[in-house]
């Protein structure tokens, strides 16, 4: 819609049947004149990030769909995007509740300038007793980066990964990426027994 408008993107995954989200902020700065912008966003990021998305995900792991809505000033109603793609990797998933963590950082140092995504789906032959190998720091290297990197829209828009604080309703542009190389616990992402 407008310069500095923020949206969100909202991927929902299934590592061996079980649910889990992984959610990443953009900022747009160059106008995005599509009737929804959030699609024209989403859109992008799928042709830009999935491939090399699924390429490092174990096979019993299904990128099922992204959601993507504006967040601020107004929040816009979400655009689904269906993939239903699965991983590549032929081996089995470590349990959804481990996960690949990687850090993002603005340009300075302050509480507000740094995040983190937890990445569910990791094969269980790239890391040994909870530490990733070099090569699948590496190869999760090069796809933060290609996240970090601007999202062009198809027709107009660009959208720049961002680290968005919902505590003071403000945000920063990613400019750094850090692959840890431990596996990290993300216990309290996972749907919770009964929820819908």
């Known amino acids: 819609m407008a ?3 923020w949206y969100e993107i909202t991927t929902d995954m299934t590592v061996q049947g079980e649910h889990v989200y992984n959610v990443m902020n953009f900022r747009e700065t160059v106008e995005c004149t599509e009737d929804v912008p959030a699609q024209e966003l989403v859109e992008a990021f799928d042709a830009a990030n999935t491939t090399a998305w699924a ?5 019993l792991t299904v990128i099922n769909c992204y959601y993507c809505r504006r967040i601020h000033p107004t929040p816009s109603v979400a655009y689904t995007l269906i993939k239903n793609i699965q991983g590549d990797v032929a081996d089995d998933p470590l349990p ?21 995504n937890y990445f569910a789906g990791v094969p269980e032959n790239v890391q040994s007793g909870g530490l990733l190998e070099a090569a699948a720091i590496t190869a999760w290297q090069t796809f933060a980066a290609l996240l970090i990197t601007p999202v062009v829209g198809g027709a107009t828009g660009t959208w720049e990964m961002g680290i968005w604080s919902r ?16 596996m990290a616990t993300m216990r309290s992402r996972r749907q919770r027994p009964g929820a819908a």
Request: proline share 0%.
């Open 55 to 59: 390429a490092l995900l174990a096979e």
């Open 96 to 116: 959804s509740a481990s996960a690949l963590l990687i850090s993002w950082y603005g340009l300075t140092a302050s509480a507000r300038h740094r995040g983190r």
């Open 3 to 5: 310069v500095n408008d």
């Open 167 to 182: 505590a003071s309703v403000a945000g920063v542009d990613a400019r750094v990426a850090v692959v840890r190389s431990n």
